[in-house]
């Protein structure tokens, strides 16, 4: 499908300027969209400016009421959207369709906040004296997402930010243009008034600079890759915009000699492979102790020989394409990185997947184990984005801890034990913004917060109620009915 600009209640779609939309499972043109100039970014931020005066005056639980049509809207229209992320940035069926379902989530539980965006009431240190806070929105939001949650992020990012009264443009990736699409269409469906949301696509560099530098945007909300974040910082920080970004991570799984084997490999190619490992969260490294690692290492190594590689929409396929050349390439050479690193052990996949003919010109490549890695090699220190994995041998939970935590960045930390004591120690002690316990490094729920630390961010967090703050500035009311001049710190 061709992907369209949605600028104050205005569709436009492709015209001489365009940017091809390709399906990462064949390498076909599938569709195309807009390729926006730094003009059509400014109109789009113009007409949410003039839109969201009035938004913002909607009731909070009448906003609320337009995104809990919006997951009704998008439940109806589930398996169209899940086979368009499919199509568009190859992620499998049961994964496509939760790519969509993390909308509707997100829709259901942001339009329940319409009804709380609670602030504070506390008491004051003087008499006959209230204090409370309110949440106020900011304006115009700008929304910068990328292609592996191709209708998810993009949905994490605008619905707190319309329950709390902003209006939005968002610039999507260039590889997923319909997704954002169909996306925005199921909130223009619900109601949202024109202009509210406007859509914008276009590359990076055009658009979504034009979007960051834009002086009438004072909020930017960013997920991509480390460098860009920084840049797209850096462009930012002189206007004094809030800024989040959500910057990716090297997440590791930590395995305990008495872990459930069976449980824990599951956990680990789920972990390692699910969306192809372009995920955030993906457990690109698998740190286990000396009395299991054997065992280990040959159980991943069997476990992501057998995972079925193909086009996503196929039945049975557990481990789609990587969503473009570039994408495969960059998998390619961390293979060879990792093969010329001293003593790693390529114990599993390493090459482009075998795939049938009419996948033939698609991106795939194996799920891809590395054993015998120590702590410090780039295998085990860069993300890659794709699906390979790092095992790496310690001797006790401490020495696990060390080597978690000894990365640049901090999204998602997993532990796999049946001792609550260990279980617990690690949980305090490793530096990521998400712990699992007892399962992999994946499976954020909407109503709690999600990001890391070093690296991945810069101390923002999308979802939950935490979700909202980068979308709200906090207004200290203070209300003296005491018919006198009360001095704080002074009249005691
Ligand atoms: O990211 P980019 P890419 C990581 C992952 C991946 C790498 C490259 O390691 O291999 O990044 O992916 C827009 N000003 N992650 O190239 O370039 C761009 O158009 C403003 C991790 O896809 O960061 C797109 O909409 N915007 C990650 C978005 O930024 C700019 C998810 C992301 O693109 C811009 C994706 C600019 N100067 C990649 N340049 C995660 N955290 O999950 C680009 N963009």
Request: aromatic share 6%; with cysteine; charged share 20%.
């Amino acid at each position: 499908m061709d992907a369209k600009n949605l600028v104050g209640g205005t569709w436009s779609g492709p015209k001489a300027r365009s940017l091809p939309i390709i399906d990462p499972a064949t390498g076909k043109t599938i569709g195309k969209a807009p390729r926006s100039s730094a003009k059509d970014v400014a109109a789009a931020v113009d007409a949410a400016k003039q839109a969201q005066r009035a938004w913002g005056a909607v009731p909070a639980p009448r906003r609320g009421e337009i995104l809990f049509k919006a997951a009704r809207v998008m439940e109806g229209r589930k398996q169209e959207l899940g086979r368009l992320v499919c199509s568009e940035m190859g992620k499998v069926k049961a994964e496509a369709l939760g790519d969509v379902q993390e909308a509707i989530d997100m829709a259901y539980y942001m339009a329940a906040e319409g009804r709380r965006l609670f602030g504070q009431t506390t008491p004051s240190e003087l008499p006959n004296k209230l204090c409370m806070t309110l949440r106020e929105p900011v304006g115009v939001c700008g929304l910068i997402t990328p292609w592996n949650f191709p209708v998810a992020i993009p949905s994490w990012k605008s619905l707190p930010a319309l329950v709390a009264g902003n209006s939005v443009v968002i610039k999507p990736s260039e590889e997923t243009g319909g997704c954002a699409t169909a996306y925005v269409e199921c909130l223009v469906e619900a109601g949202i008034p024109d202009g509210v949301v406007n859509l914008v696509h276009g590359t990076g560099e055009e658009a979504g600079a034009a979007l960051v530098a834009h002086p009438d945007v004072p909020v930017i909300s960013f997920t991509g890759s480390n460098a860009t974040g920084r840049a797209v910082s850096q462009a930012a920080a002189p206007m004094l915009k809030h800024v989040h970004l959500e910057l990716g991570g090297k997440n590791g799984i930590v395995v305990l000699d008495d872990a459930d084997l069976e449980f824990a490999v599951r956990a680990i190619l789920w972990s390692a492979y699910g969306t192809t490992g372009q995920r955030c969260t993906a457990g690109s490294r698998v740190i286990a102790t000396r009395g299991i690692y054997d065992r280990l290492v040959e159980r991943v190594a069997a476990g992501a020989e057998a995972l079925k590689v193909g086009h996503g929409w196929t039945e049975g396929v557990e481990v789609g394409p990587l969503v473009r050349p570039a994408a495969l390439k960059k998998v390619e050479h961390y293979v060879q990185v990792g093969l010329r690193e001293d003593k790693a052990r390529l114990v599993a996949g390493g090459k482009r997947a075998r795939v049938p003919a009419a996948l033939k010109g698609g991106f795939f490549h194996e799920p891809t184990v590395f054993a015998d890695v120590t702590p410090s090699m780039r295998i085990a220190q860069e993300e890659i984005f794709g699906p390979v994995t790092a095992l790496m041998r310690v001797d006790d939970l401490d020495e696990a801890i060390e080597v978690h935590n000894g990365t640049p960045y901090g999204l998602s930390g997993a532990i796999i034990t049946r001792n609550l004591a260990h279980a617990m120690k690690a949980m305090r002690a490793f530096k990521t913004g998400i712990v699992y316990v007892h399962n992999g490094t994946i499976g954020a729920e909407v109503h709690l917060p999600f990001g890391g630390i070093k690296g991945t961010g810069n101390g923002h967090r999308e979802a939950g109620i935490a979700g909202l703050d980068l979308f709200t500035e906090w207004k200290t009311v203070y209300v003296d009915y005491s018919g006198g001049l009360q001095r704080a710190q002074i009249d005691r």
